[in-house]
């Protein structure tokens, strides 16, 4: 072992299995994310949990009949007493995903205050203080890593999506001062920024385009360029990329937005 290696904290580079946390993991991403969490060798546990009660259950449910030791709980993110249910159900917790997240299209001249505030609530509010609150226990005890799902569109305007960009451009930056605030303390803070993504809520916003797969070809009057890899995303792409964002591998890897989106921001 190299002097660089030795002196990085032990938590850094061993596979201590310990307790990992979803929380949005009854469908599409967050629910590829359980499963593929809860086959690491650092996830002793994994705590789901969803607004989704009966959604998540059913997920803990398939990981604990194929041998994983899961637990599921409903909580509200947008809810102070919910989420301090939850943390302090599974307070021990290492690695931490935060997918939790809402959408719905409105035209900018049309959304109205309820609807921008419903979006900012889940996006911004909800997930930054689930991570925040997790963050306290994980500096307190020496360590973890959090991960938060943003999305390219904090980067790329979107039509018809005015919240949504305004909620993931502020989730990337305040995950990122949540980073830098508690990096000394051992806590490694980063985001994963899907591109289009095949999952249901996808599926129903499609309008646009004859299918989601279709929707790699770009749209001029979507204002949506081709995605150069020729396909959308799966939710595995973005599970693996979270995962690797939680592993002892990513230890020197803290306040980056990992972009997964086929080269659709083209770098950028």
Wanted: proline letters at 4%; hydrophobic letters at 45%.
């Amino acid at each position: 072992m190299s002097a660089v290696e030795s002196a990085a904290p032990a938590s850094a580079r061993t596979l201590t299995p310990g307790t990992t946390v979803v929380v949005g993991a009854a469908q599409g991403i967050g629910a590829t994310v359980a499963e593929r969490l809860a086959r690491e060798a650092w996830s002793e546990r994994v705590v789901l949990a969803d607004l989704d009660g009966d959604g998540v259950g059913e997920v803990a449910a398939r990981l604990r009949a194929a041998g994983h030791d899961a637990a599921s709980h409903r909580v509200d993110v947008t809810d102070p007493a919910e989420v301090e249910a939850l943390v302090a159900a599974s307070g021990d917790a290492t690695r931490v995903a935060v997918v939790a997240g809402t959408f719905f299209p409105t035209p900018s001249l049309e959304v109205t205050r309820d609807q921008f505030a419903k979006i900012v609530d889940v996006n911004l509010h909800g997930a930054y203080f689930v991570a925040q609150a997790y963050a306290r226990r994980m500096a307190a005890a020496g360590g973890g890593a959090i991960v938060g799902v943003a999305s390219i569109a904090a980067t790329m305007p979107r039509m018809r999506q005015v919240a949504y960009c305004a909620s993931k451009a502020g989730i990337v930056q305040a995950l990122r001062v949540l980073g830098m605030e508690n990096a000394a303390a051992g806590v490694r803070v980063n985001t994963v920024s899907p591109g289009l993504t095949d999952t249901p809520m996808m599926r129903t916003v499609a309008g646009d385009h004859a299918s989601v797969e279709r929707m790699a070809d770009g749209s001029p009057e979507a204002f949506r360029p081709r995605i150069p890899s020729g396909r959308v995303a799966t939710t595995t792409d973005i599970a693996d990329a979270i995962a690797f964002l939680l592993s002892p591998e990513s230890a020197h890897i803290t306040l980056q937005d990992l972009v997964v989106d086929g080269g659709e921001l083209l770098g950028r």
